[in-house]
């Protein structure tokens, strides 16, 4: 069985930063709409033909309510019996448990006692980690994204990487708990990496691990634009976002850069989308209950007064930035430029069970104000503007929700959405020069581009530089619309 779980972010000090909780609000600026169960919101459960044939002698001797469950003790009493490995009736149990929910969908799964106090202490940031989202893609590790200033993102790990062994040990077939295991650790310990990035050929990489504190919020001032870049989506990015905006009240626009965004908080998201809206729908949760069906509005007032917004988007920014790019390009509060989102789309919702263990079970889906299923569709630039890169990256590999096998279907088909593996063909263009080797040592051109000054950043950074020419041009369009007013 194909084992894909997705949702593991080894980060320190973030809570919950790849989970949508379906259970969370933000009060203050929300409201829930109630849902009836058979209303247009709800999707319409189709009834599926099951395959499984269950055996005549228990069709025969058990009542209909309990064949199924029979069935599955029948099947774990052959693999008791008969499995070459003696396993315990606890090991086949946990197996079964784990096996069936993330067959699901990538994202749901079973949170045995190390993995639930694992979640749990993700709270409190008391342990070691990179600081990257990612998935078990067919036994091995992928990376979603690398977090902002964190050792991953500084070790120059991408979006895409697959790692295939951890300390010298291959890991063909680990699960997402085993693989949170290994990669966590005490600070300024070291993890090594084999990665296998493209079609290169696999390369060692060592990370010092650390307490990941990160800065979701850095901004800054370029011609009287304002660029805010926000990495994740965490308790304190909508405080950081507002008091940018009332520290710099005479500009002519912003760029929101959520680019490598891997998600966050729905609060956060919710908080930060109501900051530019003035009233309107920001998104909605459908689910199969009314508990997991919400409707999430703005309240009154936009504290920028209508100021010009672009909101920067890639492959890598999924969840929470995607709920945030689809509320404002629905409430035509942004013009939205880059490359089609990830699609990260579904609510899921952490069940303890015990004490001890929980399940982490995908409970809805979100939608944006207009309607669109975020789920595999991810959110369409208005303006695509291919990936801003110094150098041609070699073996590029783009990944999306819609690339794994046991992905949630979208509801609908986006019209303009273009396949992964459509993008992964697409030449890049070279937008810098390559820098030259020293001493045989090649440079990380990207790592190079980060450190740089925001104005050197736009001669190599095609979609920056997309989201200054859209907000030139608009006040440049209002300058003279203004003057055209004042003549008539």
């Not at 919400?294 to 007032?301: E, T």
């Amino acid at each position: 069985m194909k084992n894909i779980i997705f949702g593991c972010i080894l980060l320190l000090g973030i809570c919950s930063c790849s989970i949508c909780d379906a259970g969370s609000s933000s009060k203050e600026i929300t409201k829930e709409s109630e849902i009836k169960e058979n209303g247009d919101l709800l999707e319409n459960l189709e009834e599926k033909k099951c395959s499984l044939v269950l055996p005549e002698s228990i069709k025969k001797t058990i009542q209909p309510e309990m064949q199924y469950a029979v069935f599955l003790q029948l099947i774990l009493n052959l693999i008791a019996g008969e499995y070459v490995k003696n396993l315990s009736e606890c090991e086949i149990t946990e197996k079964a448990i784990s096996g069936m929910l993330s067959s699901l969908d990538p994202h749901s799964s079973y949170l045995n006692e190390k993995a639930f106090t694992s979640l749990k202490n993700q709270t409190d940031g008391e342990f070691g980690g990179l600081g990257i989202e990612i998935i078990i893609d067919e036994g091995f590790v992928r990376i979603i994204s690398p977090i902002d200033d964190t050792p991953a993102y500084k070790a120059g790990i991408k979006s895409g990487d697959l790692i295939i062994y951890i300390d010298d040990e291959c890991i063909n077939g680990i699960t997402a708990e085993e693989a949170l295991e290994k990669l966590r650790g005490k600070p300024k310990t070291k993890v090594k990496l084999k990665i296998k990035r493209g079609d290169k050929i696999p390369f060692d990489m060592e990370v010092e691990r650390d307490i990941i504190k990160v800065q979701s919020v850095k901004a800054e001032v370029l011609d009287n634009i304002g660029y805010v870049r926000i990495s994740t989506f965490d308790k304190k990015t909508s405080r950081d976002v507002k008091k940018f905006i009332q520290e710099n009240e005479k500009l002519h626009g912003i760029i929101l850069d959520l680019r490598n965004n891997p998600g966050g908080l729905l609060d956060e998201s919710v908080a930060t989308s109501n900051i530019f809206l003035d009233g309107g729908k920001i998104v909605s949760t459908r689910g199969r209950t009314k508990e997991n069906s919400k409707i999430f509005f703005a309240d009154p007032g936009d504290l920028t007064k209508g100021l010009p917004l672009v909101v920067l988007i890639n492959s890598g920014t999924a969840s929470a930035p995607e709920i945030f790019a689809g509320a404002l390009r629905d409430n035509k509060r942004a013009i939205i430029v880059g490359t089609r989102s990830f699609g990260k789309g579904s609510v899921q919702k952490v069940i303890p069970l015990s004490e001890q263990t929980a399940i982490r079970l995908t409970v809805a889906k979100h939608y944006t104000p207009n309607g669109e299923c975020i789920q595999a569709n991810g959110i369409i630039p208005d303006i695509e503007a291919d990936y801003a890169m110094i150098k041609r990256p070699d073996g590029m590999f783009v990944i999306r929700e819609e690339s794994f096998n046991n992905a949630l279907d979208a509801d609908k088909k986006s019209k303009n959405r273009k396949s992964t593996d459509a993008q992964n063909k697409r030449a890049i263009d070279e937008l810098g020069k390559k820098k030259e080797k020293k001493d045989g040592e090649e440079e990380d051109q990207e790592l190079l581009y980060r450190k740089l000054p925001l104005k050197e950043k736009l001669d190599k950074d095609y979609q920056l530089s997309k989201a200054f020419d859209v907000l030139r041009t608009i006040k440049k369009f209002n300058e003279i619309n203004g003057k055209t007013n004042e003549k008539k």
